[in-house]
């Protein structure tokens, strides 16, 4: 069965969140220990973690512009990895993006080659290795490329961002990881980054393109069957590079959050609920801020942002205020020329780890999030008095799961499922309760009704100011 997803990359996609159930970190700095960086291939662009073996830990893809090549680097579980294996893809590979394209539940590679003008598809074998390349033909310049269910049949299309053309490519997919040929869409000067998030509350995903040489952001909103609307353009910062989806502010829209090289800032614009955009304001990074990626660094439940400097060599993190406005940024060194950033829970501690592509260096350095939380300021001992939640049953679980827990007295009760983004998948529970013993079961299915991807997500109940996090593992 395919599954829909909103990654990120994110996406991710559109990696893991450490809910409120613990205290939160007061310093502006995020405890993460020094570099540790392993070798890839020559010139790497672009670093996505997925688990490719099917092990649970988040393994390695790395794009290696210069090298033509993927390589792959397996987690031995606790966030250190194995030598890179490396797999040869088209000519100047810039975009890597890990996820499932034949619904056979392995997660597969698709990589935008900027000097071929091609998407190479490598099918996974299922156990972390990869068949020979595929090429389907894009627009001039790929230098992006996202997976998502573009048509609403359940299985993942493919977004790519044509930086000499003008253009983004869709190619949608046969329901097997073969691809109709590509449809073009117009958009503005030097499109860099393309991301795929349903902007307008329609369900359908739309576009979000980082165009570079106009300054801008491109929307384009979809029809509903994977064919797009006209752009809508809105103001950027000076050359962005890269662009991120996420919901910043807490009221469930996806807002932009744009990665601008020359100005060294990140913009932020706010979705006012219908897919369109406030102005944007303006939060300074490093220098030759490169790719941003959105995510729950801290445990607040509020989403930060993870940006890398070209040119000071280092990641700064900015915390999010809770409210999408952001705290002056800390910055942590990698290594030389970092091109690309993805924050993933490596170790399995619960909490959200970073991986940096260093294009001039030819490693990735991963940080680890050494974050320690106090359960005695969150008043955690006093939780047995107010309820219990047990562990799902089964876990790992195919089909569906249940989820129990006691409530001593009466009150208001959320229980909702998360990804490794920290981004809402489902809500299983709003509502009041009277005391007693709950189930309440989940189907492997977002709150659209689509079934979601294979992988590690976790459930978070609340109960007036105390709540409890636990994680699952869904296999299909």
Known sequence: MHKNVLIVFFLIFWAVPSFAQTGKVDSDSIPFAP??????????????????DGDTALDLAVANCYASSVSILINNGDGTFQNKVDYPVGSGPQSVFCADLDGDSDMDLAVANAYTDSVSILKNNGNGTFETKVDYKTGYGPVSVFCADLDGDTALDLAVANYSQYSVSILINN???????????????????VFCADLDGDTALDL???????????????????????????????????VFCADLDGDTALDLAVGNSWNDTVSVLMNKGD??????????TGVG????????LDGDTHLDLAVVNGGDNDVSILKNNGDGTFLTKVDYDVGSGPKSVYCADLDNDGDLDLAVANTYSDNVSILLNQTVTDVKDEGIDQLPHLYSL???YPNPFNQSTKIEFTLAKSGFVTLNIYDLLGRKVRALVSEYLS??????????????????????YFYHMKIGDSSETK????LK
């Open 35 to 52: 570099a540790v960086n392993y070798g890839v291939g020559d010139g790497p662009y672009s670093v996505f973690c997925a688990d490719l």
């Open 435 to 456: 005391s007693g013993y709950k189930s309440v079961l989940w189907d492997g299915k977002n709150d659209w009704g689509k079934d979601v991807a294979s992988g590690i």
């Open 471 to 474: 994680k699952l593992v869904l």
């Open 275 to 284: 897919g369109t955009f406030d102005t944007k304001v303006d939060y300074g």
């Open 390 to 392: 047990s562990q799902n």
């Open 208 to 242: 979000a393109v980082a165009a570079t040489y106009s300054d801008s952001v491109s929307i384009l909103k979809n029809n509903g069957d994977g064919t797009f609307q006209n752009i809508v353009n809105y103001g950027a910062g000076d050359r962005p590079y890269s």
């Open 289 to 296: 801020t490169q790719f941003v990626f959105c995510a729950d």
């Open 175 to 193: 329901d097997d990881a073969t691809f109709q040929p590509k449809e073009d869409y117009v958009v503005v000067d030097q499109p860099s980054s």
